[in-house]
């Protein structure tokens, strides 16, 4: 069972996030019931270029991560310095910071079992003054967990309801469906891509950061060998507990698997189609009898996925996470101020039915102000 939401207290966190989009870090004040602001900034181009880089195996990794998790901790000080300008508080007033920081590794259960997010932790909390509570995957990993989704706690917190089943999709880089059954069991996962493999290519082609609502793969066909082959990954048909990120699904993977003469508005119809089917099917897997499906997350703004989404999901009613009072940018920034909050309160922030860990655990580390 999940945590439920602690009663609003004069408790003020901040939750800083960086998905694996990599379009920059969102951060929301949280007083542990609701939003009371938020401020996303993009990254500087050349940390967002080497954090991408990062995600692959490259020479002098040491010394380039350790460079990138001071660029990281800088950017979580700045957007911490403009959300308190924003907001109107002092340092002083906030209880602790749940900082995310920037995945770039995610084999829980490969090799020996890790999970890396970079950032430095002690930078953080030197220049932003304030406790931070970072590292709030490996304790889950360590405890034979996939340390992913970790939103799913917050999502039933949030979202879940006593009268009907409902889901809440994340469609951040990668997508993260949470299953909030009536009878307060909580399911969770990655359904795969969401806008990972869509940004890339529409990078590449257009030299756009993301597809705007869809208008580019609108233009194109969706390829059908070309979407059986990307289907056939076998992530797609494994039993949850599973998760992933840019390890398996990056531009290597998609031109491994794309024919010569392929489109690229054609390719994009393709990835759009991939990301709406993947996470469709994995729904009516998991939960048959969903008739309610909150969206959230960056890909919630795409209004051609949330149309083949409704298409590919006839009698699911969908909703923004925005009409129950949380905007999709601020969904899982909240959810880490949360776990930052659990932390505090020595409660445990992991669901072993969703990750798969031998129990429930604390999770997170900290860096005292
Ligand atoms: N108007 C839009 N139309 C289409 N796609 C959009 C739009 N706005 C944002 N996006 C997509 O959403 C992405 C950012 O989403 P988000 O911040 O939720 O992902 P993330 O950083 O990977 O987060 P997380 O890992 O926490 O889920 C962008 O990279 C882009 O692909
Ligand atoms: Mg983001």
Redesign the pocket.
């Known amino acids: 069972m999940a945590s439920p939401l602690p009663s609003k207290s004069d408790a003020l966190y901040i939750g800083l ?8 870090v ?1 951060a929301v004040l949280f007083d542990g019931q609701a939003v009371l602001g938020h401020v ?1 900034a993009p990254f500087p181009p050349a940390l967002r270029d080497e954090l991408l880089a990062l995600n692959a195996p490259g020479a002098n990794e040491l010394h380039r991560a350790a460079l990138a998790a001071n660029g990281i901790a800088r950017s979580y000080a700045d957007v911490t310095a403009q959300l308190l300008e924003a907001t109107g508080h002092r340092r002083e007033d906030i209880t602790a910071l749940g900082a ?1 920081g920037q ?1 770039v590794r995610h084999r829980p259960d490969g090799f020996d079992g890790y999970t890396t997010q970079l950032l430095n932790g002690a930078l953080l909390a030197e220049q932003a003054g304030i406790d931070v509570v970072c590292d709030l995957r490996s304790r889950d990993v360590a405890a034979g967990g996939q340390g992913a989704p970790l ?1 799913p706690a917050f999502h039933r917190a949030f979202f879940g309801v006593a009268d009907r089943d409902v889901a809440a999709l ?5 997508a ?1 469906l949470s299953l909030l059954f009536t009878d307060g069991s909580t399911g969770g996962f990655d359904t795969g891509p ?3 493999l ?2 890339g290519w529409i990078a590449r082609h257009r030299g756009l ?6 208008a580019w793969a609108a233009t194109g066909q969706v390829l059908p060998e070309l979407l059986t082959v990307l289907l056939a990954e076998s992530f797609f048909a494994l039993a949850p507990p599973k998760s992933t990120g840019r390890d398996l699904f990056h531009l290597d993977w998609l031109d491994a698997r794309l024919s010569p003469g392929q489109a690229p508005e054609d390719v994009q119809a393709t990835l759009l189609e991939l990301t709406a089917r993947s996470a469709a099917e994995a729904l009516k897997a998991q939960m048959p009898g969903a008739t309610s499906l909150i969206a ?10 949330m149309q083949r989404l409704a298409e590919l999901l006839p009698g699911v009613a969908i909703t923004s996470s925005a009409e129950l009072g949380l905007p ?2 601020q969904v ?2 909240a959810a880490f101020a949360w776990l930052a909050q659990c932390f505090k309160e020595k409660r445990p922030g992991n669901l072993p039915a969703v990750t798969g860990a031998a129990g429930l655990r604390i999770l997170g580390a900290l860096y005292p102000s």
């Open positions: 996030m960086s998905g694996t989009s990599l379009d920059g969102d996303h995310h995945t939103v994340n469609l951040g880089g990668i993260n969401a806008n990972c869509m940004d950061a993301f597809d705007a609502d869809g959230c997350g960056g890909g919630a703004r795409n209004g051609r996925l999709v940018d899982e920034a």
